[in-house]
């Protein structure tokens, strides 16, 4: 593909105000993408600015995406490396992916060992992989593709144009709505961690509610979400949930927000929107977390958070006290020598 159709094909009205222009004097023919540090002739990469500046003068890439910077444009062009600039460099290096791989999706077909109840409602053009069980009173949308092995238990609704990888398991009532994408091992809607102290020992406490997924969210490899016992456990639009990343019964997580690997929600924690949550964070029970809050890896959350904080640290603490906790922490055993020779 030469770089000149890229840059039509690139067009898109969520980078308004962009410049898309190329290097009007270079079109190379572009086979692949790679980042700006291992790409080679023919290659299209991209640098977000900062640290990466330097690459430019360096890249073997064809072409390049940059940031609104007319250094750094001039500098491209110098060397002959064609460029299309836009305030958001990652983001179209994400659309141009899109152009040159698609991730595998079988054709529109049932395979002969999945197992589906008769009271099972197929949308159209579904694809049911080998060994699939679906059971009674489910509702599977438009496009919807079950990949090999996965358990759907009775009373599920899967939204049109969703996608569930192979060895997955939805439990009992789940509703997973349109466009989401649920990894191989993920388990939505298993029972939430319950048990009441009686005279006798521990008592199970049934979990009767239900686990909400709405459009777009997409859950991690190996990801567990647990249902209530009343009520839901809900994931707004448009969030992420990386491998690995735990979700209580009852908790309530907004629109757009990203939790990384590991990280782990107790029962009924509430999530605003446009929150994000790094590496191993942990959450206690009950804890409200602002919206456009951020907790940085390994952050133990005790207590609210409110919106628009960056917190660090066990227990979480503001991130700029963090930085100055930890710049002191280095100089603990010269302060001790000191405080012991006073």
């Keep these: 593909m030469r770089f000149d159709e890229i840059v039509n094909k690139l067009k898109s009205e969520r980078l308004q105000g962009s410049s898309l222009d190329s290097y009007p004097d270079c079109n190379p023919q572009i086979l692949s993408l790679a980042s700006v540090d291992e790409a080679t002739e023919h290659s299209l990469s991209y640098v977000e600015g900062g640290k990466f500046r330097r690459w430019v003068k360096d890249t073997a890439a064809s072409a390049l995406i940059l940031p609104l910077d007319e250094e750094l444009q001039k500098q491209a062009s110098e060397r002959g490396i064609a460029w299309m600039a836009t305030a958001?460099?990652?983001?179209?290096?994400?659309?141009?992916?899109?152009?040159?791989?698609?991730?595998?999706?079988?054709?529109?077909?049932?395979?002969?060992?999945?197992?589906?109840?008769?009271?099972?409602?197929?949308?159209?053009?579904?694809?049911?992989?080998?060994?699939?069980?679906?059971?009674?009173?489910?509702?599977?949308?438009?496009?919807?593709?079950?990949?090999?092995?996965?358990?759907?238990?009775?009373?599920?609704?899967?939204?049109?144009?969703?996608?569930?990888?192979?060895?997955?398991?939805?439990?009992?009532?789940?509703?997973?709505?349109?466009?989401?994408?649920?990894?191989?091992?993920?388990?939505?809607?298993?029972?939430?961690?319950?048990?009441?102290?009686?005279?006798?020992?521990?008592?199970?406490?049934?979990?009767?509610?239900?686990?909400?997924?709405?459009?777009?969210?997409?859950?991690?490899?190996?990801?567990?979400?647990?249902?209530p016992p009343m009520g839901e456990t809900r994931i707004g639009f448009n969030t992420k949930l990386d491998n690995l990343v735990q979700i209580g019964h009852g908790c309530k997580i907004g629109s757009n927000c990203s939790l990384s690997a590991q990280a782990g929600l107790s029962g009924q924690v509430k999530v605003g929107n446009q929150v994000i949550l790094a590496g191993q964070v942990g959450v206690a029970n009950q804890v409200t977390i602002g919206e456009g809050a951020i907790a940085t890896a390994q952050s133990g959350l005790h207590k609210d958070v409110p919106p628009q904080q960056i917190v660090s640290g066990t227990p979480a603490i503001p991130n700029k006290l963090w930085l100055k906790i930890s710049a002191v922490y280095n100089r603990l055993p010269e302060m001790y020598k000191k405080l012991r020779q006073v």
């Design 88 to 227: 958001s460099p990652r983001l179209l290096f994400a659309e141009a992916i899109a152009l040159f791989y698609q991730p595998y999706r079988p054709k529109p077909q049932i395979h002969p060992t999945a197992v589906i109840d008769p009271t099972v409602r197929l949308g159209q053009d579904v694809s049911i992989g080998a060994y699939v069980v679906i059971m009674e009173g489910c509702t599977v949308g438009d496009r919807v593709c079950i990949f090999p092995n996965s358990v759907i238990y009775p009373g599920v609704s899967i939204g049109a144009d969703t996608t569930i990888h192979a060895n997955c398991t939805v439990e009992e009532r789940t509703q997973i709505g349109s466009r989401c994408v649920l990894h191989s091992g993920c388990c939505v809607g298993g029972e939430g961690f319950g048990f009441v102290v009686s005279p006798q020992g521990w008592f199970k406490m049934e979990q009767g509610g239900i686990v909400v997924l709405e459009d777009q969210v997409e859950v991690g490899c190996n990801t567990t979400i647990d249902r």
